[in-house]
């Protein structure tokens, strides 16, 4: 696995709409050698859900991060500067 980190953390808020939800995306090794793109999602301060989808090479992982994350783009999230804290 390359050394670059691919790491997304956004939100969406919309008050108008009592709408508060983050999303998490990254691209993490496997202890078999794949790669994985974990994503987590929620309403911002409550426990989420996540997901893993496992890919044979990198090149599939980073092709599926991408499009993950531009059609979370596409519906208004925003990327933040930091991830949100989960207890």
Known sequence: MSRISFHLHCRRIDASRNMARYYV???????FGETAVVRSWGRIGRRGSE????????QEAVAHFLGLARRKYRKGYIPTATAPVMT
């Not at 995306?25 to 202890?31: D, E, F, K, N, Y």
């Not at 997901?51 to 990198?58: K, N």
Request: glycine residues 0%.
């Open 51 to 58: 997901r893993t989808d496992v890919f044979a090479t990198e």
């Open 25 to 31: 995306l990254a691209i993490r090794p496997t202890l």
